[in-house]
């Protein structure tokens, strides 16, 4: 994809999700239905979900007909070698219990690639986003470059994991347990806020797991682009989700990756 094509997408892709967050302020500390998408676990979804997916989409399909699209909410849309991942509201959990740390998401891969990637918080009305070498964070008028911390040593890195309930196993458990023991600090309950802190230079670990692609995807090209490190627990580029390790620099992946892969 060409720069200017490049260019093009993420303005329109940070336009949409802005407007996006209409929706999802109207319903933000509300009296609104939660349900849940599974009956083994509390998977929430509610309006705000629906909605914030459903513009999206339609926003999409009218610019861009031809391209795919998968969406947490409404599913596979088969098009070309561009796909976008939507994930409307990213901590859901968040959401409803009326915590600001919680963010829509969007992202575009080109013939699997991640090219652009762009995640809004409307509440607090933050945007980072990414396409190309630069990762930017754009707060009201001003827009600010982004940059991973240097720090290379473990114990003295601070570390952020939505929940450690994540962790569907007890080896992984135990590896996530074996990090956090080794790091100087460790915070729960940022979802995909916790990548951006990342890309921030604030937070310099996020370790997870049980992913999937659209939760993801739309946060990749912004950690690479401020100077960070993104791999699935085996060192690969994590497109599909699942077990996910990001890191500030490669020193410090470098030694994640050293205790995970034990």
Not at 67 to 85: A, L, P, R
Not at 177 to 190: A, D, L, N, P, T
């Amino acid at each position: 994809m060409k720069t200017t094509e490049l260019n093009e997408l993420r303005d329109f892709a940070v336009s949409i999700l802005v407007r996006s967050g209409r929706i999802s302020r109207k319903y933000f500390r509300s009296n609104i239905q939660i349900n849940t998408k599974s009956k083994d676990v509390f998977d929430p979804v509610t309006i705000a979900d629906r909605e914030v997916e459903a513009y999206l989409r339609n926003q999409i399909e009218k610019k861009y007909p031809d391209h795919t699209i998968f969406g947490e909410e409404y599913g596979h849309k088969e098009g070309n070698n561009v796909s976008w991942f939507i994930d409307p509201i990213d901590g859901t959990k968040g959401f409803i219990s009326g915590s600001p740390m919680w963010g829509s998401l969007l992202g575009v891969t080109e013939n699997k690639i991640p090219v652009m990637g762009v995640m809004h918080q409307p509440f607090i009305k933050e945007t980072f986003f990414a396409a190309g070498k630069n990762a930017c964070l754009k707060s009201g008028a001003t827009i600010k470059k982004l940059q991973s911390s240097s720090t290379t040593s473990l114990d003295r890195a601070i570390l952020y994991c939505t929940h450690p309930s994540m962790f569907g196993s007890k080896k992984e458990f135990k590896t996530f347990q074996k990090i956090e023991s080794k790091v100087k600090s460790s915070r729960y309950g940022g979802d995909c806020y916790g990548y951006c802190l990342l890309a921030s230079g604030h937070v310099d670990v996020v370790i997870e797991s049980g992913l999937k692609p659209y939760d993801i995807i739309p946060l990749i090209p912004i950690i690479q682009a401020a100077g960070g490190v993104i791999t699935d627990w085996k060192g690969n580029l994590p497109l599909k989700g699942g077990k996910v390790i990001a890191a500030a620099n490669k020193k410090l992946h470098r030694q994640l990756m050293s205790i995970v892969s034990v």
